[in-house]
């Protein structure tokens, strides 16, 4: 799960930028409040929610946090010089400043016994800009990967400008090996050393991977009919899932099914109560066709234990299917893994059911700059208080301004 991410000169984000999950001790038990690791103090939120007006910085923030992920899982092999993604804050003063980003969060990473104890780590990623783009990176300043056995950190995995990386002595990794000192300028230690064969991180990357994302450069993904026909039909688990629940969902959805057109092309099927001819997925609703979209991230979250970042998660969506999609993520039954959701949202009727240390509110300042707080910050907002009432009337900030 996700402890905290710090990220700074990044597209509309300037100054350091940071979202701190952690709900102190002080705090009352809560279902969804988990503690992965008992000993840190502090539990965790299973679901975040981003507010804010259009433009304020919501998808940057989770573009930030996805490009990190594919930057560290999946960099190796990058044309030489370029680093894609993390956009600069386009002023004259950070056009060439580099972009840096620290994430805190715990896995079972490293572990040398049977049980998978989970640790807490914190990855620090700085990109320089030096090359012929002034939007994008082109290579790796700094790197690093601490953990807390302790509570102070400790350096597992470091590297520095062009010198070779280093890693702890109790890593299955001589610091003399040769493949260190052959990392990529523009690649993560772990994504190339994966490359190289060394299993530890290739464990890692095949965990980071694993993280269900519908972030991109652009817009958040939508799978298209053939992509998503096809992870249905090699899935039929998941296929009777979405099945079952568009049925609760009371769609008038009776059935989804992956059926062959006679041509031989595979498509989903719709049966509705009442009709005698299935209903093809291009005529479904845009709701309907959104749920059948995000299903395979979320349910695939669940099932692993692992991160989904989803922007716009109520695009097209009602009210209420939004808070059964949230609250999947908080409760015990529905999550029995700790998978955690971190998620932008337009419609804040969530906040009647959401407590103050699952929202975070973003907002644009002087000169398009993006600045985030959480609610349990604010001063004098008391526990059991109308959050959305509180929110509309603009006094928690974070609304758009017409005129």
């Known amino acids: ?18 979202l701190d999950f952690r709900v102190p001790r002080t705090t009352p038990e809560k279902p969804y409040f988990r503690s992965t690791i008992p000993q840190a103090g502090f539990r965790i939120p299973t679901v975040v929610v981003l507010v804010g007006p259009n ?3 919501k998808t940057a923030l989770l573009r930030a946090l996805a490009d990190t992920i594919s930057f560290a899982s999946q960099s190796f092999g990058y044309t030489d010089g370029q680093i894609p993604g993390f956009p600069a804050f386009l002023a004259e003063g950070t056009l060439k400043s580099p972009t840096r980003v620290e994430v805190d969060f715990d896995a079972a990473w490293f572990s040398t016994n049977s049980n998978s104890q989970r640790r807490r780590f914190r990855y620090i990623l700085e990109l320089a800009r030096d090359g012929e783009s002034d939007y994008c990176p082109s290579r790796v300043e700094s ?24 890693v702890a002595k109790d890593l299955p990794l001589r610091s003399r090996d040769d493949r260190l000192s052959h990392i990529p300028d523009n690649a993560s230690i772990f994504s190339t050393l994966d490359r190289m064969g060394i299993d530890i991180f290739s464990d890692i990357v095949a965990d980071l991977k694993n993280v269900q994302m519908n972030v991109t450069a652009i817009d958040p993904i939508k799978p298209n009919e053939d992509i998503i026909t096809q992870y249905y039909r090699d899935n039929s688990d998941v296929k009777d899932s979405i099945s079952r629940e568009l049925r609760r969902f009371d769609l008038g959805i009776e059935k989804m099914d992956v059926i062959q057109s006679p041509n031989g092309h595979w498509h989903l099927s719709f049966q509705h109560d009442g009709l005698s001819v299935p209903v093809a997925f291009t005529n479904e609703s845009a709701g309907t066709r959104r749920i059948v979209n995000a299903f395979p991230n979320l349910n695939l979250a669940l099932a692993t234990g692992t991160l989904a970042i989803m922007d716009a998660l109520d695009s097209e969506l009602h009210t209420d299917l939004v808070t059964e999609l949230l609250n999947w ?4 039954d529905t999550n029995p893994h700790n998978a955690q959701l971190i998620c932008s949202l337009h419609n804040v009727s969530a906040f009647d059911f959401l407590e103050k240390e699952e929202i975070f509110v973003v907002e644009k300042h002087n000169h398009g700059v993006t600045h985030v707080f959480g609610l349990r910050e604010v001063a004098g907002l008391r526990r059991g208080t109308d959050l959305q009432k509180q929110y509309l009337s603009g006094v928690l900030g974070g609304i758009p301004t017409f005129g």
């Not at 990220?7 to 930028?17: A, D, F, L, T």
């Not at 993520?329 to 015990?332: G, M, N, S």
Request: net charge positive; hydrophobic share 35%; glycine share 8%.
């Open 1 to 18: 799960m996700l402890h905290k991410f710090s990220v700074s000169n990044y597209q509309s984000i300037r100054e350091k930028v940071t």
């Open 55 to 57: 433009g304020a910085g």
């Open 143 to 166: 790197e690093m990967l601490l953990d807390f056995p302790k509570g102070r950190p400790r350096r597992l995995v470091a590297r520095r400008g062009e010198q070779a990386a280093y």
């Open 329 to 332: 993520f908080r409760y015990q």
